[in-house]
């Protein structure tokens, strides 16, 4: 028998009335009436919707806070409903993380659908205007930690890729130091220089750790220059995703000769399902970029992944070896740089 978590269907608060009288247990609560066979399937596509419906406003911008008050649920309920629309792209790559597929006609009817749900968000966002990269991410930076918790286990996967005598680390794209906030935890005196184009983001990591032997670079990544055999390990976290693979291949072979021979590169993104994924965001990104008239120059959100194989790819271009493939939340991917220039 099948059944809904009540989390995702009732208030809390008459979650937590019933929890009373049991708690740790599945019920049947019956029907009020007998009903023709078939009628349930419209509860189930009731829920489907609205749960659809609240990864797409997430997607947009909404913060789970106030999901949670508009739909009735904790908040943790939304962070399952949230995490469990990014599981298909998850599956895709279970056989490079070690972990067993979910079966070949699964994964084809989840990817179907869920590229079925992006074109239709692509077609419900058209007319928003594409949002310059720093200005998006600092008018959300009050609710920005709130929305990427649900990163959380891939924070925690990158710190724990960090090798043991690692000293110094070079993170592009810090933001607030989600990835870092777990990084000290396990070894607090490493020495980070953090980039990022946003002050807001930096000095909000600042004075989360002003005790820390931390560097703030406010600058495009693309533009800084981290040297050469100057780190242990460079990472990166749900950032690169934003630019075409032109633009990484550059930067990919620039942090290669910047990390010192037997360091580490750490990328942890969003990566493509498919082909026709990630074909399609590059189309729409292109097109509506030369719509707006925006210049080359200027970097604005919107994400354009690649596959695991193309993301891959570059990495290897660029002369580091795979080392790991894992997924989480989101792919993490530890490469290592093996010979001198």
Not at 186 to 192: H, S
Request: aromatic residues 10%; contains cysteine.
């Amino acid at each position: 028998m099948s059944y809904d978590r009540a989390e995702e269907i009732l208030p809390e608060d008459l979650i937590r009335a019933i929890q009373q009288y049991v708690s740790g247990k599945s019920i049947y609560i019956p029907s009020r009436e007998k009903k023709s066979w078939g009628s349930q399937t419209k509860t189930r596509q009731y829920y489907q919707k609205r749960n659809e419906e609240i990864r797409r406003k997430y997607a947009g911008g909404i913060a789970v806070k106030s999901l949670a008050e508009e739909y009735s649920l904790s908040e943790k309920s939304i962070q399952r409903i949230v995490r469990a629309g990014a599981l298909p792209i998850k599956n895709m790559h279970s056989d490079r993380s070690g972990r067993e597929g979910v079966g070949r006609e699964r994964d084809m009817k989840t990817q179907e659908e869920y590229l079925q749900g992006l074109r239709q968000w692509l077609r419900d966002t058209e007319d928003e205007p594409l949002e310059e990269m720093a200005s998006f991410f600092e008018k959300r930076l009050d609710d920005y930690e709130e929305r990427m918790s649900v990163w959380e286990k891939s924070y925690r996967l990158v710190a724990q890729s960090i090798p043991g005598e690692c000293r110094k680390i070079l993170d592009l794209g810090c933001g607030t130091g989600l990835e870092l906030d777990q990084i000290w935890k396990r070894n607090p005196d490493i020495e980070v220089t953090g980039v990022d184009l946003s002050r807001d983001m930096l000095d909000k990591l600042l004075a989360k750790h002003p005790d820390k032997r931390f560097t703030a670079v406010c600058q495009d990544y693309f533009q800084y220059d981290p040297g050469r055999e100057q780190w242990d390990a460079v990472i990166s976290f749900e950032s690169l995703h934003h630019f075409l693979p032109e633009r990484k291949k550059e930067l990919y072979r620039k942090i290669y000769r910047s990390v010192k021979v037997g360091g580490v590169f750490i990328l942890g993104d969003y990566i493509a399902c498919c082909d026709e994924e990630e074909a399609l965001l590059r189309d729409v990104y292109l097109r509506r970029r030369k719509q707006s008239a925006i210049p080359e120059d200027q970097f604005v959100h919107f994400d354009i992944p690649l596959t695991m194989e193309h993301e891959t790819g570059l990495l290897r271009d660029a002369g580091f070896q795979i080392e790991n493939v894992m997924d989480e939340d989101a792919a993490v991917i530890v490469c290592r740089r093996k010979e001198a220039d």
